[in-house]
């Protein structure tokens, strides 16, 4: 199976896209599990666990979400995981998110988890990493889902804690794919974090790390010069960077762009006025996902969905290679990557066929 033609691509109707974008394999890499913590379910499990919530019920925490930046969402996103005490909340919270995720098609998923905020609370590995990889393999199982686990630091924390969390990790490591940078950028600079990301390369460990979502675009830079990661998460702020968008070009660095999330924190106004086919058009390979889709009213089609109604300029082409970049830049084994590759052409060829 070949990929489309552009000529081909072209001859696709506008209105064809949408059920295009929500019905083709697709793969989700910027999700952190932690983030698909529904009010629903938070509510569910304090009452399981005799949790007190300061919300009358589950509108009055969903009123809550009104954020007004990165720092504003992350205290409740952390406050919200106190919640999650037992192997089975962690198991009813990845494998909530897994059946919400295979219903958008998405046959791969690299999701983030915060070590930090769990073993803070005295929940340590030995609860919740069970529970990930079982619920990991029923996804690979009954789903079809494959999952690779990105174990994600808190950047708001000393680097020491951080060697800590990933020393912790060690016997888990057939399960995890990835180290990840996530939480405060702003006044953590990626510099802070250099011992940590040499010692997963050394684990053999793939790195990603967030920036250039609300800290500047040097970030991102130091994220590929001094951490050596191999995508970026966010990365929109990029764009006031010419040298930067070129460098991001050339190398093909993946971004892994979250629209709803870069909206609800207030880093860009609106859909309309998202960077997104700016990023695209620089040839930049950007990919699209859902960071905390229970925070941010949207996974990943949703936010496929209402970017491209939000912006005229993006059609068939860009909906095809922002579902292709996805699949390219995940970290799953080739052969996977080719299958769900030829899956993908596919459809889009019969859609060329029919238009
Ligand atoms: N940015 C930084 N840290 C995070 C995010 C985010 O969007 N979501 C969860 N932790
Ligand atoms: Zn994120």
């Not at 504003?72 to 909340?89: I, K, N, P």
Request: hydrophobic share 45%.
């Amino acid at each position: 199976m070949f990929a489309p033609s552009p000529s081909q691509l072209a001859t696709i109707p506008r209105n064809r896209v949408a059920g295009l974008l929500a019905g083709s394999p697709k793969a989700e890499l910027h999700v952190h599990i932690e983030g698909t913590l529904e009010p629903e379910l938070i509510f569910a499990l304090a009452q399981r666990n005799g949790v007190t919530l300061p919300y009358a019920d589950v509108e009055a925490l969903r009123n809550a979400y009104a954020f007004t930046d990165l720092q504003s969402f992350l205290d409740l996103y952390y406050a919200g995981c106190d919640v999650l005490r037992t192997e089975q909340d962690f198991f009813d919270l990845a494998w909530a998110y897994f059946e919400r995720a295979a219903r958008d098609h998405v046959v791969r998923v690299e999701p983030f988890f915060d070590p930090q905020s769990h073993t803070a609370r005295g929940i340590g590995f030995a609860v919740f990493m069970p529970a990930f990889i079982q619920a990991a393999q029923r996804a690979q199982d009954e789903l079809g889902l494959s999952v690779g686990w990105i174990l994600s630091v808190l950047r708001h924390l000393p680097e020491d804690e951080a060697l800590q969390t990933l020393r912790a990790a060690e016997p888990w490591l057939d399960h995890i794919i990835g180290l990840g940078l996530d939480s405060s950028e702003r006044g953590n600079p990626p510099g802070k974090f250099v011992r940590v990301f040499a010692r997963a390369r050394q684990l053999g460990l793939h790195r990603v790390a967030h920036a250039g979502e609300e800290g500047p675009p040097e970030f991102v830079r130091g994220a590929l010069d001094v951490l050596g990661v191999e995508r970026i998460d966010h990365g929109v702020r990029a764009s006031e960077d010419a040298a930067l968008m070129e460098r991001l070009a050339r190398q093909q660095t993946p971004l892994t762009v979250c629209p709803l999330s870069n909206v609800r924190l207030c880093v860009v106004p609106d859909l309309a006025q998202h960077n997104l086919p700016q990023l695209l058009a620089a040839g930049i390979k950007v990919t699209v996902n859902s960071d905390d889709p229970a925070y941010f009213g949207g996974y990943v089609n949703d936010n496929l969905l209402q970017l491209f109604a939000a912006q005229p300029s993006l059609g068939a082409s860009q909906a095809y290679a922002l579902l292709r970049n996805s699949l390219e830049a995940s970290f799953a084994a080739d052969a996977d990557k080719a299958l769900w590759i030829a899956q993908l052409d596919a459809r889009w060829q019969d859609a060329g066929r029919v238009a």
